[in-house]
């Protein structure tokens, strides 16, 4: 249902975009975001992008990364820069749809790794 990608590895200060590709609309999704999972920690909010365009972001990646959708793609972007050793992480796309059943979709998960 999703897919994730984009990780790779870059030094401290650099930038990368993450991509997640919904197979179908992503309409039909109510929130659309990002988690990430460091070594040897839980999973975390990152970022996300409800229906309507509201966004939301951990307070660890203000100003630093912005998460955006094209409609038309069916996919969500996650556009970090300014990147620290400490967004060190596998990064999963997550997707939720609404009522009457809300159900949520987890892509497979992409690493992005950042060097000092």
């Known amino acids: 249902q999703l897919q994730a990608s984009g990780g790779g590895s870059v030094q401290a200060g650099g930038s990368l975009r993450l991509s997640c590709a919904a197979s179908?609309?992503?309409?039909?999704?109510?929130?659309m975001g990002w988690y990430r999972q460091a070594p040897g920690k839980l999973r975390e909010f990152v970022a996300t992008?409800?229906?309507?365009?509201?966004?939301d972001y951990a307070d660890s990646v203000k100003g630093r990364f912005t998460i955006s959708r094209d409609n038309a793609k069916n996919t969500v972007y996650l556009q970090m820069n300014s990147l620290k050793p400490e967004d060190t992480a596998v990064y999963y796309c997550?997707?939720?749809?609404?009522?009457?059943?809300?159900?949520?979709?987890w892509g497979q998960g992409t690493l992005v790794t950042v060097s000092s």
């Open positions: 992008i409800t229906s309507g365009d509201s966004l």
């Open positions: 997550h997707a939720r749809t609404g009522l009457p059943v809300l159900t949520n979709y």
């Open positions: 179908g609309s992503i309409s039909r999704f109510v929130f």
